[in-house]
């Protein structure tokens, strides 16, 4: 899930929808958080690549 906000309260956006996910049985991954002023000023790249990474080391299978 990646949420961009204008300020504060990515939180419990998160938070909710991890929790009606979860209450249908399926497997919540991960999150990333984007500043309005920071996506509309190019600097999100990190931010991206590091959501990625997670989701991609989640889809792995186990070793």
Do not use: H, Q
Request: charged residues 30%; hydrophobic residues 50%; glycine residues 6%.
């Amino acid at each position: 899930m990646l949420v961009e906000m204008g300020n504060s309260g990515a939180e419990k956006v998160v938070a909710i929808v991890r929790k009606s996910l979860e209450a249908k049985g399926m497997r919540f991954v991960s999150s990333a958080t984007t500043l309005e002023s920071d996506v509309d000023a190019g600097r999100f790249d990190r931010t991206v690549e590091e959501f990625a990474r997670t989701i991609v080391e989640a889809a792995a299978p186990a070793a």
